[in-house]
């Protein structure tokens, strides 16, 4: 049966790393980035579009009215809507059926919910505001010198994106703790020193 | 530098037994029950009296005017009120400075936040309220029995006591993941499987 971990997490908690750091100790697949691309593919959308809608909200390209139930958009914005659910939701579940994998968001943790013959735990990475504004400090490319403060403000906009994004394609909060089997707080943890006892804690 | 585990948890989510066998795993004291016999003795209130407020909430003894700011209360209420918040501060660290230790309930991740010279992990444990009917089912003393239906309304009301209680004391609110290291879903896992591997994860 394959394996699966989904990881949402908050920007700049370390999610990202500690799901790829895991997928390394279980010798098993890894998906993020990738996930875009073959969306872009399925949808034959223009990346650029594709990443404008899954960093900010699906309802990102329908009139404002939409989302208050004022209007129901425009036809042909609601269909490129379906679109990207459609090829999100396939795309995460070949990904689940072809092996093992950690799956790092997108709503992977909804999408496998109820996915049968799949070994599934979903996990939700997050910590304090000063750890991740340290995180990305110390992570910066060479000549990005943002302060503390833009980094604050950086960092609840891409939460907010996210949160936005998970719940209108979930109906559901994101980061609610009820939705994930543990949720891990990197504020005070060292990724490198979990991640050995976490892989053997599921499988 | 003692190791300190401190465990919340949702009523019938095994938040308890975890603590406990966590306890046996790392050879290190486990308190719970005794929380409330050390209360009992430093403030030499009556043991029905201690539990009667533990239980329910700290604003339980005072007039209901108190809690909604419409009052002072009486004096000799707040003072007993006062007595049980030190009492129970001076408890748990006492035995967060005399070993390492897992301590179950009683807002000890609150109480040990700040204090030097100890390695705390706070952990909230919890579940659906399936699993935690069917736990409470399974493990029902001869003679108990409680439909569906009442163990949901008992379950619900202990955890409604459980928050009011942890609110009073620390004004956060109980079960908010930032206020936990880490916060463990029981529903799909069994506890002897991760228990193990917890104990390695942290010291």
Known sequence: ???????????????RELGHK?????KIAYYDKQILAEIV???????????????????YMLPP?????????????IMQMQKIIKAQTEVIKE??????????????????????????????VYADMDSRIRRCMERA?????????ELE?????VDKNRANYYSDFTLQKWGDKSNYDMCINTTNMRIDDIVPHLGKMFF
Chains 1, 2 share one sequence.
């Not at 049966?1 to 999610?15: A, D, H, K, P, V």
């Not at 009215?65 to 914005?77: D, H, R, V, W």
């Not at 403000?153 to 906009?157: E, F, G, L, N, Y």
């Open 1 to 15: 049966m394959n394996q699966i971990i989904t990881i949402g997490r908050e920007f700049g908690s370390g999610g």
């Open 22 to 26: 895991l997928a390394q100790e279980l």
């Open 41 to 59: 593919e399925m949808t034959e959308f223009s990346k650029e579009y594709v990443q404008e809608v899954v960093e900010n909200r699906l309802t």
């Open 65 to 77: 009215a939409f989302s208050t139930g004022m209007s129901l958009g425009n036809e042909y914005q």
């Open 95 to 124: 990904m689940a059926a072809k092996s093992s994998c950690v799956i790092v968001g997108r709503c992977a943790d909804y999408i496998l919910r109820d996915t049968e013959d799949i070994d599934l735990v979903r996990l939700f």
């Open 141 to 149: 490319p060479q000549g990005e010198n943002y302060t503390e403060k």
């Open 153 to 157: 403000k950086h960092i609840r906009r």
